[in-house]
């Protein structure tokens, strides 16, 4: 028999699968809808849909699922009772943060309001000890008052503790003695070493980093046995099972299970593994992609076939330290819903209407218009053609719930209700993919737009038009495509050490010493998880800074570095900061910070197939004509089965194309292509 690879993402509304023919490299799909209160309920229907196509249990050799497990306890606040233990005298570290309000558009916003702290300073234990900045021992740990501490707040109630000590990543003797001391105080309750979780420079952003996956980490660990547990009980036993990463990369199960800090970006960073293949392959190495799923709308910028990777990053205004993809997220799907506020004024978001009630064209008790109701008022999506046909759309519901909330309160008819909702959604995405282009320094005529997620091929050519891009790139799976990314994604751990270190007093030996410990670690978690050194790539880099900043720069370099490897560094350096911030000062020291390693266990790839023309007319691809609304106008447009157009085929808008995940629109004055990845490219005002 075949083995198979699965993958899932699991989305707000839906849940999306991949399946893989390991022998014959076929790829087919399916989405199941979101099962939000157990996300494992729907998971596990995915697996049986492939088990019910004759495949046997066994056969699954190889599970990778992108979870939003973690990032909704965070979003909205479900995580468990916390407490924090810190160095006596550094309650404050916590509660101070970064002592003023984010940057950006915050700052002139009167009622702006920063984040609950999640562990509050009552639950905040301060324990007698202290290390140098050397990481010298000045006061040993007081271990009588600390069972104290630990007594009180298992007290309190607190299921997790974090424990982050000053400067415990160059000392992390008494971190490790805490959690000794607190599993013999109080059993069964978890521990995060901060030390263990990311052994950084800078105190809050290491606390902030601990407390969150302190705060998520029993949610997931259950979450995770749970899966596990009910794909045991359907009969997949194979060893091979991940979870994504924020950073784009794999973990198994059981080491997830610890860092579920790690986890936020987990569903959106598969879109961005696949996309970084499609630019490779496409020949556009410059992408915007645009992931609008069914509750929110994730971009990221690749700039030469690269992904921008973050050092640091917020999730609803809380820092995390942790390498992960650049993602700009904004409340913006399918299910968002629409209303006309007391004041008369159009309001869309951010409130969804989930996987449950849903959008009113359900059928699901649902009654306030969604974003998904306006689309299929304006003729956009096929009621009887939804999901490849296995469910329906009302239309009635959607049109009586956009006249009842919108265009009665309003006084304007349906059509131009629903197409108010929509500019009004597209602009909030435009200002998203503002955020990390223009804004910082990029030209938009020089990207693509990639469009996936259930809605993007949807919305992406209003999008690109208006922000003047190069076009769009709609790939073969749009609507299942972060579940694609899985897929192609490599297991990926992170590791790094901060010690202060004037480069004009380092040795390349002592860099090499230093990156030599680190690779020890990650060489041997990755042997634990069946790789063998043929399948593991080590990659280096270090941060770096001028003596005093704030901030530094993360520069790769080879090791072991050769003799006078540093100055060509230090160089580096120089030139990569004049490119980020203008200016240089070759004259000033310059100080290493961090050294960062990254072991990869490289996954047997998947290709992407390539295909060769049929010589099939277009007209093979038409399934029907449908009426739609075009910028105040009701058009007659031809709707193309996707899977039907053959490589090569030239059209132009206007045109819907439907396929089992996702429809795509093309307006009037744009015209579609389809290459030989079977990806449909679409310009404006082409030939």
């Keep these: ?271 961005i593994t696949a996309s970084v293949h499609a630019a490779r392959a496409s020949g556009f190495p410059n992408l915007i992609t645009f992931d609008m799923g069914g509750t929110s709308c994730d971009v990221a910028l690749i700039k030469d076939g690269e992904p921008t990777i973050a050092n640091r990053g917020k999730v609803e205004g809380r820092d995390i330290a942790l390498p992960m993809i650049d993602i700009n997220t904004v409340s913006a799907g399918g299910g968002t819903l629409a209303r006309v506020d007391r004041f008369g004024e159009l309001i869309v978001g951010p409130q969804s209407a989930g996987a449950q009630p849903g959008p009113a064209c359900y059928g699901r008790g649902g009654k306030r218009p969604t974003i998904t109701d306006c689309n299929l008022a304006l003729g956009y999506l096929s009621p009887d053609n939804f999901l490849g046909g296995q469910m329906k759309l009302d239309t009635a519901a959607a049109i009586a719930a956009i006249e009842t909330e919108i265009a009665r309160p309003l006084g304007m008819d349906v059509s131009r209700a629903a197409e108010g909702v929509t500019r009004i959604i597209n602009v909030k995405m435009q200002e998203a993919i503002k955020a990390i282009s223009t804004m910082r320094g990029h030209d938009l005529r020089d990207f693509m737009l990639l469009a996936f997620g259930g809605a993007g091929p949807l919305h992406a050519c209003h999008m690109a038009a208006e922000l003047g891009m190069k076009g769009v790139l709609v790939p073969p799976h749009p609507g299942v495509y972060s579940a694609m990314g899985l897929v192609m994604s490599d297991v990926k751990h992170d590791y790094i050490r901060s010690r202060l270190t004037p480069i004009a007093r380092a040795t390349e030996a002592e860099v090499n010493a230093a990156f030599a410990e680190l690779e020890k670690a990650a060489r041997a978690d990755l042997a634990r998880e069946d790789f063998d050194d043929s399948a593991i790539a080590i990659e280096y880099a270090l941060d770096m800074r001028y003596a005093g900043q704030g901030y530094e720069m993360t520069i790769p370099c080879p090791a072991p570095l050769a003799p006078g490897a540093l100055k060509t560094l230090r160089a580096a350096f120089d030139e990569e900061h004049r490119k980020s911030f203008g200016h240089t000062a070759p004259d000033e020291a310059v100080e290493i910070v961090s050294w960062r390693l990254r072991g990869v266990g490289r996954v047997p790839p998947v290709e992407t197939p390539v295909y060769a023309p049929t010589g099939a007319p277009l007209s093979a691809a038409l399934r029907e004509t449908r009426r739609a609304r075009f910028n105040g106008a009701d058009i007659d447009c031809p709707v193309y089965q996707r899977e039907r157009l053959d490589v090569g085929v030239r059209f132009a808008g206007p045109a819907l194309i439907d396929q089992l995940d996702c429809t795509t629109v093309l307006p009037p004055g744009f015209d579609a292509r389809v290459d030989a990845g079977k990806n449909i490219i679409i310009t404006q005002g082409a030939a």
């Design 1 to 271: 028999m075949a083995r198979f690879r699965l993958t899932v993402d699991t989305g707000g509304t839906f849940s999306d699968f991949v399946y893989v023919n390991e022998d014959t490299r076929e790829i087919s799909v399916a989405k199941v809808p979101s099962t939000p209160d157990d996300p494992s309920r729907a998971i596990l229907a995915g697996v049986e849909l492939l088990i019910a196509r004759g495949v046997a249990p066994t056969d699954i050799s190889y599970v990778c699922h992108g979870t939003t497990v973690g990032t909704n306890a965070l979003l909205e606040g479900k995580g468990v009772r916390a407490g924090l233990l810190v160095t006596k005298g550094f309650r404050g570290v916590y509660e101070v943060a970064e002592q003023s309000r984010p940057h950006g558009p915050t700052i002139f916003d009167i009622h702006y309001t920063r984040p609950e702290m999640l562990v509050p300073p009552s639950r905040t234990g301060e324990v007698e000890e202290r290390v140098s900045f050397e990481g010298e021992i000045l006061t040993p740990l007081n271990e009588d008052a600390l069972r104290e501490t630990v007594r009180e707040l298992v007290a309190d109630g607190v299921q997790s503790i974090a424990v982050c000590f000053l400067f415990s990543f160059l000392a992390p003797a008494h971190e490790r003695r805490a959690r000794e001391i607190i599993a013999e105080e109080a059993p069964g309750v978890e521990v995060s070493l901060s030390s263990e979780i990311v052994p950084l420079i800078r105190e809050y952003y290491r606390l902030s980093t601990t407390v969150i996956n302190t705060y998520l980490q029993p949610i997931l660990a259950r979450y995770i046995a749970n899966l596990d547990a009910r794909l045991k009980s359907a009969g997949v036993t194979t060893p091979q099972k991940y979870i994504m990463q924020s950073n784009g990369g794999m973990s198994t199960f059981a080491e997830t299970a610890k860092k579920a800090v790690a986890t936020v970006l987990s569903g959106p960073a598969g879109g």
